[in-house]
Protein backbone atom coordinates (compact mmCIF):
# COMPACT_ATOMS: atom_id res chain seq x y z
CA UNK A 1 0.00 0.00 0.00
CA UNK A 2 3.00 2.68 0.92
CA UNK A 3 4.61 1.64 -2.41
CA UNK A 4 1.47 2.49 -4.53
CA UNK A 5 1.01 5.92 -2.53
CA UNK A 6 4.73 6.76 -3.59
CA UNK A 7 4.26 5.95 -7.05
CA UNK A 8 0.65 7.65 -7.04
CA UNK A 9 1.93 10.90 -5.46
CA UNK A 10 5.42 10.73 -8.20
CA UNK A 11 2.92 10.15 -11.45
CA UNK A 12 1.29 12.94 -9.85
CA UNK A 13 4.53 15.55 -9.48
CA UNK A 14 5.53 14.18 -12.99
CA UNK A 15 1.89 15.08 -14.36
CA UNK A 16 2.31 18.59 -12.60
CA UNK A 17 5.60 19.54 -13.59
CA UNK A 18 4.58 18.49 -17.40
CA UNK A 19 1.04 20.54 -17.11
CA UNK A 20 2.60 23.78 -15.86
CA UNK A 21 1.55 25.90 -12.68
CA UNK A 22 -2.08 26.02 -12.69
CA UNK A 23 -2.00 22.09 -12.42
CA UNK A 24 0.72 22.13 -10.28
CA UNK A 25 -1.31 24.76 -7.92
CA UNK A 26 -3.96 21.44 -7.21
CA UNK A 27 -1.26 19.26 -6.92
CA UNK A 28 -0.83 19.54 -2.69
CA UNK A 29 -4.55 18.68 -2.42
CA UNK A 30 -4.72 15.73 -4.52
CA UNK A 31 -1.95 14.31 -3.16
CA UNK A 32 -3.14 14.85 0.24
CA UNK A 33 -6.76 13.67 -0.85
CA UNK A 34 -4.62 9.91 -1.72
CA UNK A 35 -2.80 9.95 1.08
CA UNK A 36 -5.66 10.64 3.91
CA UNK A 37 -7.82 7.78 1.93
CA UNK A 38 -5.08 5.25 3.47
CA UNK A 39 -5.10 6.67 6.81
CA UNK A 40 -6.41 4.18 9.36
CA UNK A 41 -9.85 5.42 10.59
CA UNK A 42 -10.56 7.68 7.96
CA UNK A 43 -14.85 7.78 7.83
CA UNK A 44 -14.57 7.79 3.71
CA UNK A 45 -13.28 4.13 3.98
CA UNK A 46 -14.41 2.25 7.25
CA UNK A 47 -18.17 2.50 8.78
CA UNK A 48 -18.35 3.33 12.58
CA UNK A 49 -19.26 0.11 13.15
CA UNK A 50 -16.01 -1.17 11.64
CA UNK A 51 -14.13 1.51 14.10
CA UNK A 52 -16.00 0.84 16.92
CA UNK A 53 -15.66 -3.29 16.50
CA UNK A 54 -12.25 -3.07 15.66
CA UNK A 55 -10.97 -1.18 18.42
CA UNK A 56 -13.10 -3.39 20.56
CA UNK A 57 -11.11 -6.26 18.91
CA UNK A 58 -8.06 -4.78 19.54
CA UNK A 59 -8.94 -4.28 23.26
CA UNK A 60 -10.31 -7.86 23.44
CA UNK A 61 -7.02 -9.24 22.10
CA UNK A 62 -4.40 -7.42 24.13
CA UNK A 63 -6.53 -8.27 26.85
CA UNK A 64 -6.54 -11.89 26.14
CA UNK A 65 -2.55 -11.80 25.50
CA UNK A 66 -1.68 -10.11 29.02
CA UNK A 67 -4.64 -11.97 30.77
CA UNK A 68 -2.45 -15.06 29.44
CA UNK A 69 0.99 -13.83 30.24
CA UNK A 70 -0.22 -12.89 33.49
CA UNK A 71 -2.09 -15.89 34.60
CA UNK A 72 0.80 -18.33 33.94
CA UNK A 73 2.70 -19.40 36.93
CA UNK A 74 5.56 -16.15 38.16
CA UNK A 75 3.70 -14.08 35.70
CA UNK A 76 3.72 -11.29 38.59
CA UNK A 77 6.39 -12.92 40.67
CA UNK A 78 8.75 -13.37 37.84
CA UNK A 79 8.84 -10.63 35.91
CA UNK A 80 10.42 -7.39 37.47
CA UNK A 81 8.14 -5.46 35.42
CA UNK A 82 4.98 -5.98 36.93
CA UNK A 83 6.10 -8.11 40.17
CA UNK A 84 3.69 -7.01 43.06
CA UNK A 85 6.15 -5.71 45.96
CA UNK A 86 4.72 -5.60 49.91
CA UNK A 87 3.50 -2.55 50.88
CA UNK A 88 4.80 0.25 53.02
CA UNK A 89 6.52 -0.83 55.90
CA UNK A 90 6.48 -4.85 54.98
CA UNK A 91 8.35 -4.15 51.77
CA UNK A 92 10.77 -1.89 53.60
CA UNK A 93 11.60 -4.68 56.37
CA UNK A 94 11.85 -7.54 53.99
CA UNK A 95 14.37 -5.68 51.85
CA UNK A 96 16.04 -4.68 55.00
CA UNK A 97 16.25 -8.69 56.10
CA UNK A 98 17.04 -9.88 53.04
CA UNK A 99 20.84 -9.13 53.28
CA UNK A 100 20.85 -11.47 56.53
CA UNK A 101 18.37 -14.08 55.36
CA UNK A 102 16.05 -13.29 57.86
CA UNK A 103 13.01 -12.03 55.56
CA UNK A 104 11.52 -15.82 54.87
CA UNK A 105 8.06 -14.71 55.82
CA UNK A 106 7.36 -11.94 54.13
CA UNK A 107 9.39 -13.12 51.21
CA UNK A 108 6.50 -16.12 51.44
CA UNK A 109 3.61 -13.33 52.08
CA UNK A 110 4.75 -11.90 48.70
CA UNK A 111 4.90 -15.08 46.52
CA UNK A 112 1.65 -15.67 48.01
CA UNK A 113 0.34 -12.05 46.58
CA UNK A 114 1.53 -12.86 43.63
CA UNK A 115 0.19 -16.08 43.22
CA UNK A 116 -3.14 -14.36 44.07
CA UNK A 117 -2.81 -11.75 41.27
CA UNK A 118 -1.98 -14.53 39.15
CA UNK A 119 -5.19 -16.83 39.69
CA UNK A 120 -7.12 -13.46 39.65
CA UNK A 121 -5.98 -11.78 36.45
CA UNK A 122 -8.34 -13.65 33.90
CA UNK A 123 -11.15 -12.20 35.68
CA UNK A 124 -9.50 -8.75 35.63
CA UNK A 125 -9.09 -9.29 32.03
CA UNK A 126 -12.87 -10.08 31.07
CA UNK A 127 -14.13 -7.03 33.53
CA UNK A 128 -12.06 -5.36 31.10
CA UNK A 129 -13.57 -6.59 27.79
CA UNK A 130 -16.78 -6.24 29.45
CA UNK A 131 -16.42 -2.54 30.11
CA UNK A 132 -15.39 -1.21 26.71
CA UNK A 133 -18.78 -1.94 25.47
CA UNK A 134 -19.45 0.87 26.63
CA UNK A 135 -17.21 2.93 24.05
CA UNK A 136 -18.88 5.33 21.80
CA UNK A 137 -17.89 5.96 17.82
CA UNK A 138 -16.90 9.30 18.87
CA UNK A 139 -15.09 7.60 21.73
CA UNK A 140 -13.32 5.29 19.26
CA UNK A 141 -12.20 7.92 16.16
CA UNK A 142 -10.25 9.59 19.21
CA UNK A 143 -8.86 6.71 20.46
CA UNK A 144 -8.22 5.64 17.34
CA UNK A 145 -6.18 8.20 15.72
CA UNK A 146 -4.24 8.58 19.14
CA UNK A 147 -1.57 7.32 20.34
CA UNK A 148 -0.04 3.92 20.93
CA UNK A 149 -1.81 3.37 24.22
CA UNK A 150 -4.76 5.87 23.08
CA UNK A 151 -7.14 2.78 24.09
CA UNK A 152 -5.71 1.47 27.67
CA UNK A 153 -5.57 4.79 28.14
CA UNK A 154 -9.17 5.40 27.68
CA UNK A 155 -10.31 2.29 29.02
CA UNK A 156 -8.53 2.58 32.36
CA UNK A 157 -9.42 6.41 33.15
CA UNK A 158 -13.33 5.43 32.39
CA UNK A 159 -13.43 2.23 34.03
CA UNK A 160 -11.10 1.58 36.69
CA UNK A 161 -13.08 2.75 39.62
CA UNK A 162 -15.84 0.57 38.51
CA UNK A 163 -13.18 -1.96 37.54
CA UNK A 164 -11.86 -1.84 40.96
CA UNK A 165 -15.02 -2.32 42.51
CA UNK A 166 -15.97 -5.35 40.60
CA UNK A 167 -12.34 -7.01 40.75
CA UNK A 168 -11.22 -6.68 44.29
CA UNK A 169 -13.93 -9.03 45.56
CA UNK A 170 -12.18 -11.86 42.86
CA UNK A 171 -8.73 -10.52 44.38
CA UNK A 172 -10.08 -11.27 48.26
CA UNK A 173 -11.28 -14.45 47.34
CA UNK A 174 -7.58 -15.23 45.37
CA UNK A 175 -6.04 -13.96 48.31
CA UNK A 176 -7.30 -16.08 50.75
CA UNK A 177 -7.22 -19.27 48.11
CA UNK A 178 -3.28 -18.32 48.20
CA UNK A 179 -2.68 -18.31 52.04
CA UNK A 180 -1.78 -14.77 51.98
CA UNK A 181 -4.37 -13.71 54.44
CA UNK A 182 -4.04 -16.12 57.04
CA UNK A 183 -0.38 -15.25 57.02
CA UNK A 184 -0.78 -11.99 57.07
CA UNK A 185 -1.58 -11.21 60.51
CA UNK A 186 1.73 -12.98 62.16
CA UNK A 187 3.25 -11.17 59.47
CA UNK A 188 2.35 -7.70 60.89
CA UNK A 189 2.38 -8.15 64.20
CA UNK A 190 5.99 -9.38 63.92
CA UNK A 191 7.06 -6.90 61.73
CA UNK A 192 5.23 -3.21 61.93
CA UNK A 193 1.78 -3.69 63.61
CA UNK A 194 2.46 0.02 64.99
CA UNK A 195 2.99 1.68 61.58
CA UNK A 196 -0.18 -0.19 59.71
CA UNK A 197 -2.48 2.27 60.70
CA UNK A 198 -5.44 0.29 58.92
CA UNK A 199 -6.88 -3.12 59.15
CA UNK A 200 -4.02 -5.70 58.08
CA UNK A 201 -6.09 -7.46 55.61
CA UNK A 202 -7.73 -4.89 54.03
CA UNK A 203 -4.56 -2.61 53.82
CA UNK A 204 -2.56 -5.61 51.89
CA UNK A 205 -5.67 -6.17 49.52
CA UNK A 206 -6.33 -2.89 48.80
CA UNK A 207 -2.19 -2.42 48.23
CA UNK A 208 -2.35 -5.59 46.28
CA UNK A 209 -4.99 -4.66 43.87
CA UNK A 210 -4.00 -1.81 42.73
CA UNK A 211 -0.91 -3.30 41.75
CA UNK A 212 -2.17 -5.97 39.94
CA UNK A 213 -4.52 -3.99 37.51
CA UNK A 214 -1.26 -1.57 37.12
CA UNK A 215 0.11 -4.78 35.76
CA UNK A 216 -2.78 -5.88 33.91
CA UNK A 217 -2.68 -2.40 32.08
CA UNK A 218 0.91 -2.10 31.47
CA UNK A 219 0.81 -5.47 29.15
CA UNK A 220 -2.91 -4.68 27.44
CA UNK A 221 -0.80 -1.35 26.72
CA UNK A 222 2.15 -3.02 25.24
CA UNK A 223 0.27 -6.02 23.58
CA UNK A 224 -2.14 -2.76 22.44
CA UNK A 225 1.58 -1.08 20.85
CA UNK A 226 2.16 -4.40 19.28
CA UNK A 227 -0.95 -4.32 17.02
CA UNK A 228 -0.79 -0.12 16.22
CA UNK A 229 3.14 -1.04 14.74
CA UNK A 230 3.38 -4.37 13.92
CA UNK A 231 1.42 -5.70 10.88
CA UNK A 232 2.14 -9.07 12.02
CA UNK A 233 0.25 -8.47 15.34
CA UNK A 234 -3.25 -7.80 13.49
CA UNK A 235 -4.28 -11.07 13.38
CA UNK A 236 -7.43 -11.04 11.78
CA UNK A 237 -9.27 -9.07 8.96
CA UNK A 238 -10.78 -6.39 10.89
CA UNK A 239 -7.78 -5.60 12.44
CA UNK A 240 -5.95 -5.01 9.55
CA UNK A 241 -8.92 -3.11 7.95
CA UNK A 242 -8.72 -0.69 10.93
CA UNK A 243 -5.46 -0.28 11.29
CA UNK A 244 -3.62 -0.98 7.81
CA UNK A 245 -1.16 -3.86 6.69
Known amino acids: MRVW????????AVTALANGAAFAQDFGK???????????????????GDVTLGLKEALNVASGLASKRLSAKDGFMGDVAVRIPLPGVLGSAQKKLQPFGMAGPLDDLQMKVNRAAESAVPTASKLVVDAVKTMSFDDAMGILRGGD????????????????????????????????????????????AVLVKTEAKTWLAEAATTSALDGLFYYVAREEQSIRRDPVKRTTDLLRKVFGG
Not at 5 to 12: E, I, T, Y
Not at 30 to 46: E, Q, R, V
Not at 154 to 177: C, G, I, N, V
Open 5 to 12: LKRACLAL
Open 30 to 48: IASDILHKSLPGDKGNLSK
Open 149 to 192: TAATDFLRKRTETSLRQSFRPYFDKALATSGALASVDGVVGKYG
